[in-house]
């Protein structure tokens, strides 16, 4: 398959991890790290919200891990618009997209919400031949796991 001829659904990936937005900055930095992933779509069911990026979780970091699991990755997350983009859209287009927003990955969005994530990862695969196109449904992994962060224990008083 030529390049123009592919679109977001071809090169997308489908089996992502994304976090829900009530969740902390924590969740969202340890997720990215045991996924060995960059992006991290906020979703609310299906519903893409934004996608978090290593680079704005290290970012926001500021207090110790007790104020890291106390805020939520909501606030993270700019008011500027994100582009999405559906499943049929040419790659040039979503080359074009991600030029002009200045992003380096764009959902995908489908009639039943997000269904994958075109990164310039996928975009430079596509460029080099490297695409397994496939016509699989996707799927969104929200909070595969939960975190709670390990306080250093305070000494108890002693009862004589």
């Known amino acids: 398959m030529s390049v123009e001829s592919l679109t977001a659904g071809h090169v997308m990936s489908r089996v992502l991890v994304a976090v829900r937005p009530d969740e902390s900055p924590l969740m969202a930095w340890e997720l990215m790290r045991r996924a060995g992933v960059h992006h991290l779509p906020v979703v609310d069911g299906r519903h893409v919200l ?5 680079e ?4 926001s970091w500021s207090g110790g891990l007790q104020e890291q699991s106390s805020r939520q990755v909501r606030t993270l997350l700019g008011c500027e618009r994100r582009p999405v983009v559906p499943p049929d859209a040419s790659l040039v287009k979503v080359a074009a997209m991600m030029l002009d927003s200045g992003c380096d990955a764009v959902p995908v ?3 039943g919400g997000l269904v994958g994530l075109v990164t310039a990862w996928d975009m ?3 460029v080099a031949g490297r695409v397994r196109t496939t016509e699989e449904a996707g799927e969104v992994i929200a909070g ?3 975190l709670e962060p390990v306080l250093p224990r305070t000494p108890s008083p002693r009862h004589a």
Do not use: K, N, S
């Open 50 to 54: 934004g996608i978090l990026t290593r």
């Open 56 to 59: 704005q979780v290290a970012a």
């Open 109 to 111: 969005v489908g009639e």
């Open 124 to 126: 430079l695969a596509a």
């Open 144 to 146: 595969m796991f939960h």
